[in-house]
């Protein structure tokens, strides 16, 4: 049986070793997939999210070899044509191949052998890179190279970093705890969906002291923000089954991972308690659904350092 991508991605225990750029490869992968109406997840597409994915070491190495996500995405539909018709919504749900689980697989053990305790963009392409009796072996060799440059060049842009710079983002116990109470916030909820608000009560559940001091001052409360996720369109969770994280959720969770990788840091709560409070696509989410002005939030954050745009068409771009 497959393996959906987002039952693993949002499981703690899987993703505890993946730096945030090696997840947002994944989800990358997803999004080029079911753009081309592909209906599995196959080794062909993360190697598109490996060139995809901006500031990696993954698209350096790449970029070195001349080789673009535009060439392979070329590449990949003269294997794999688009399906008219057929394409998905940007960060559903859909199942891995047997050979991509073999390439996340194959990429742990890659870093655990190179002494690194974490999956980072380099030890995924290392991996699809051994995987010969799969298509991506066609798509490297028609982009103009073999596998073995490939992992050679690896090799020279991980050499050529500074060693504070070969460590990718990874999650602190702090905010790996906020994302599990988010999840049992989902579940008491019996929502089979992650979501933002989730994440919004967790962090309140939490006693994060910024958001409670914020949402003090807007005269909101526990009962209120329960209220809000008891009303949630979101389908029943079935037994036996944990709560997926949303598309919306997943970006929040990817965009405060980029605030600490940009930090050169572990990300934290007030990563998320920033994206949340600024988010605009969050924002028009739960402000109206408290009855709550969008200009009433600019002046709140400014305590903690935090400028949003004037209020006027703030919510509107």
Same mark, same amino acid.
């Given at each position: 049986?497959?393996?959906?991508?987002?039952?693993?991605?949002?499981?703690?225990?899987?993703?505890?070793?993946?730096?945030?750029?090696?997840?947002?490869?994944?989800?990358?992968?997803?999004?080029?997939?079911?753009?081309?109406?592909?209906?599995?997840?196959?080794?062909?597409?993360?190697?598109?999210?490996?060139?995809?994915?901006?500031?990696?070491?993954?698209?350096?190495?790449?970029?070195?070899?001349?080789?673009?996500?535009?060439?392979?995405?070329?590449?990949?539909?003269?294997?794999?044509? #688009?399906?008219?018709?057929?394409?998905?919504?940007?960060?559903?749900?859909?199942?891995?191949?047997?050979?991509?689980?073999?390439?996340?697989?194959?990429?742990?053990?890659?870093?655990?052998?190179?002494?690194?305790?974490?999956?980072?963009?380099?030890?995924?392409?290392?991996? +699809?890179?051994?995987?010969?009796?799969?298509? +991506?072996?066609?798509?490297?060799?028609?982009?103009?190279?073999?596998?073995?440059?490939?992992?050679?060049?690896?090799?020279? +842009?991980?050499?050529?970093?500074?060693?504070?710079?070969?460590?990718?983002?990874?999650?602190?116990?702090?905010?790996?705890?906020?994302?599990?109470? #988010?999840?049992?916030? #989902?579940?008491?909820?019996?929502?089979?969906?992650?979501?933002?608000?989730?994440?919004?009560?967790?962090?309140?559940?939490?006693?994060?002291?910024?958001?409670?001091?914020?949402?003090?001052?807007?005269?909101?409360?526990?009962?209120?923000?329960?209220?809000?996720?008891?009303?949630?369109?979101?389908?029943?969770?079935?037994?036996?089954?944990?709560?997926?994280?949303?598309?919306?959720?997943?970006?929040?969770?990817?965009?405060?991972?980029?605030? #600490?990788?940009?930090?050169?840091?572990?990300?934290?709560?007030?990563?998320?308690?920033?994206?949340?409070?600024?988010?605009?696509?969050?924002?028009?989410?739960?402000?109206?659904?408290?009855?709550?002005?969008?200009?009433?939030?600019?002046?709140?954050?400014?305590?903690?350092?935090?400028?949003?745009?004037?209020?006027?068409?703030?919510?509107?771009?």
């Amino acid at each position: 049986m497959s393996t959906s991508l987002h039952h693993s991605l949002q499981q703690e225990k899987y993703l505890e070793r993946f730096t945030r750029r090696a997840r947002r490869v994944l989800w990358l992968a997803v999004d080029v997939a079911t753009a081309a109406g592909h209906r599995t997840l196959e080794p062909e597409h993360v190697l598109v999210g490996l060139a995809l994915e901006k500031g990696s070491i993954s698209q350096a190495a790449l970029q070195e070899l001349n080789i673009t996500s535009a060439m392979l995405r070329t590449l990949l539909l003269g294997r794999m044509p #688009a399906r008219p018709g057929t394409a998905g919504d940007p960060g559903e749900m859909l199942p891995m191949s047997g050979a991509t689980e073999e390439a996340l697989h194959l990429a742990q053990e890659t870093a655990a052998g190179m002494g690194n305790p974490f999956v980072g963009t380099e030890h995924l392409l290392l991996a +699809v890179m051994q995987q010969s009796k799969y298509g +991506v072996l066609s798509m490297i060799r028609d982009a103009g190279t073999t596998p073995d440059v490939v992992m050679r060049r690896v090799q020279r +842009v991980l050499q050529s970093l500074p060693r504070s710079t070969a460590m990718e983002t990874v999650e602190s116990g702090a905010f790996a705890g906020v994302v599990r109470q #988010a999840i049992q916030v #989902a579940e008491e909820a019996r929502h089979s969906r992650l979501e933002p608000e989730h994440l919004l009560l967790a962090l309140w559940l939490l006693e994060f002291a910024p958001l409670r001091q914020t949402l003090g001052d807007l005269s909101l409360q526990e009962a209120q923000l329960r209220r809000l996720i008891q009303t949630l369109p979101v389908p029943p969770l079935e037994t036996g089954k944990a709560p997926e994280r949303s598309y919306a959720a997943q970006l929040l969770i990817t965009d405060a991972e980029g605030i #600490a990788g940009r930090s050169g840091r572990a990300v934290l709560p007030y990563d998320l308690f920033f994206k949340l409070m600024t988010d605009r696509r969050t924002l028009t989410r739960w402000l109206p659904a408290l009855g709550i002005a969008a200009d009433r939030l600019p002046p709140l954050l400014l305590r903690y350092g935090i400028h949003t745009r004037p209020a006027r068409g703030w919510l509107r771009r």
